[in-house]
């Protein structure tokens, strides 16, 4: 299977700016929209990469890092950490922009675990991942920890099926 760079697939500030209706009782942003929006980005850059329909597997790290607020200005970035034989990691970030101040924090940090179907409805084979930079390798290397990780409480709660 080929391999392909990380910029090939990845998404840079999506955005999404805030309203009322995007709001929850305490006037933040209703986290289940960000997730949402957050899902539908990674599947786009793990289609992207691999070139089949991609399904989420697990989602794991999510962190609300702070909340959003009315007029905030959501900033969306989505990339492919790893991929391995049929599934790929991908990392999502967000941000909060008050657009009349120019300012900007981090909201949000997530990683999703995709895997590519062939016609079949099976796993299909995908493309390695070549990290373009040292930023890029150092999320590579983060990855396989997490999927070692995925794996390691996959087979601790076997026990309690």
């Known amino acids: 299977m080929n391999s392909k760079p990380s910029s090939a697939s990845k998404i840079d500030n999506h955005v999404y700016k805030i309203f009322l209706n995007d709001l929850n009782a305490k006037r933040t942003v209703f986290g289940g929209l960000i997730m ?4 539908r980005l990674a599947v786009v850059v793990a289609e ?4 089949h329909t991609c399904v989420t597997a697990s989602v794991d790290s999510w962190h609300f890092v702070a909340p959003a607020q009315e007029n905030d200005t959501l900033l969306f970035s989505a990339a492919i ?3 391995w034989t ?3 990691e991908i990392g999502v970030r ?3 922009e008050n657009s009349y101040l120019g300012t900007k924090r981090h909201i949000v940090s997530a990683y999703f675990t995709f895997v590519a179907l062939g016609e079949d409805g099976k796993p299909a084979p995908v493309p390695t991942l070549t990290p373009e930079n ?3 390798q150092q999320r590579f290397e983060a990855a396989e920890i997490r999927r070692q990780a995925r794996l390691s409480v996959r ?3 076997k026990a309690y099926k």
């Open 155 to 157: 087979e601790q709660l």
């Open 134 to 136: 040292d930023k890029e």
């Open 81 to 83: 950490n790893k991929a």
């Open 94 to 96: 967000v941000e909060a």
């Open 36 to 39: 949402s929006m957050a899902d």
């Open 86 to 88: 049929s599934s790929m």
């Open 48 to 51: 992207r990469h691999s070139g």
